[in-house]
């Protein structure tokens, strides 16, 4: 494994640790700097709560395995790829909500 690959790897596991953490203040009602960053302040529909369950908890939680699957075979392959679409996926995800709707 290169050394890029084990950089991205480990941070993509703090991203994402981190990312399930701010979603589980927001969903309990904990206000603080990181369940209040980054966040777009409107009430959610029905259908967006379900999307948000799945490109947050779902997306994050298999970025974590997928990072320490490829961390502990010591082998980046086609799984260390598939986490690397998947932060795109969920970064442009991001981008389309924040700004778009």
Request: proline residues 2%.
């Amino acid at each position: 494994m290169r050394p890029w690959q084990k950089y991205w790897l480990v941070i993509l596991i703090f991203l994402s640790l981190t990312h399930i953490l701010r979603d589980i203040f927001q969903d309990l009602g904990i206000r603080n700097f990181l369940s209040v960053s980054l966040v777009k302040e409107r009430p959610l529909s029905d259908s967006a709560l379900y999307w948000s369950f799945f490109n947050t908890y779902l997306f994050a939680v298999s970025e974590i395995f997928l990072a320490i699957y490829c961390i502990f075979g010591k082998r980046f392959g086609k799984m260390g790829y598939l986490s690397i679409i998947l932060a795109v996926i969920l970064i442009l995800a991001w981008i389309y909500y924040y700004f778009v709707l």
